[in-house]
């Protein structure tokens, strides 16, 4: 079973399988110590019970990353398919998830270019005007003034990304970061949405 990186399509699947297969590991683990100490000294009453219940604790948090992965809907590959082609050379991000303290918002698609920053989310209920100015701040917070616009039409979108994949790419002055001294600057700005998502 491969992995895939955070911001590539499939990862919501890819990481709902890695969770799930790290829950069963610690499950086992835990069972196994038990058992082992069962096994031994024939009662429940040994230091290994205790080990097997102090395991419970990495277990709980799995099982909550668990139930979480299955809120969360894996993008269509038709969708990517469509987006990718569209977006051509530009940064792209998918299937991210952003959350505030009131709210998580789950982003099909992010397409960088310049100062600008889309993203498109089929979620017809989202509040765009909140998470537009969650990643603006958050942006604005890592030194990167961006325009950042959230589309919930995907006609829309479609258009804009056509538009950003058209125009003349501007340069924009930036501080290299020492960290990723390879990194252009709206891979900085790819690289820095992905840490912020989840």
């Known amino acids: ?47 290994m019970s205790i080990v097997a219940i102090v395991g419970a604790l990495p277990i709980s948090k799995e099982l909550v990353g668990v139930i979480m992965s299955f809120k969360r809907k894996p993008m269509d590959k038709k969708l990517y398919q469509d987006i990718s082609a569209k977006a051509g050379e530009l940064e792209q991000i998918y299937e991210l998830l952003f959350t505030t303290a009131e709210k998580s918002y789950a982003v099909e698609a992010v397409v960088i ?28 917070a890592n ?31 930036y501080k290299q970061n020492p960290i990723y001294p390879d990194l252009n600057r709206d891979q900085l700005v790819k690289h820095t949405l992905l840490a912020l998502s989840i």
């Open 1 to 47: 079973m491969k992995k895939v990186a955070k911001g590539k399509f499939g990862y919501t699947l890819s990481h709902r399988k890695w969770k799930i297969l790290k829950l069963a590991v610690y499950v086992a683990l835990a069972l196994g110590v038990f058992l082992l100490g069962l096994i031994t000294t024939k009662t429940t009453k040994n230091l």
């Open 143 to 173: 030194d990167y003034k961006q325009s950042v616009k959230v589309f919930t039409d995907y006609k829309k979108f479609m258009d804009r990304v056509g538009d950003l994949e058209r125009r003349e790419k501007e340069e924009i002055p």
């Open 113 to 140: 270019e310049g100062r600008d920053v889309i993203c498109y989310t089929i979620d017809p209920k989202c509040e765009t005007a909140a998470l537009q100015t969650h990643l603006y701040k958050l942006l604005n």
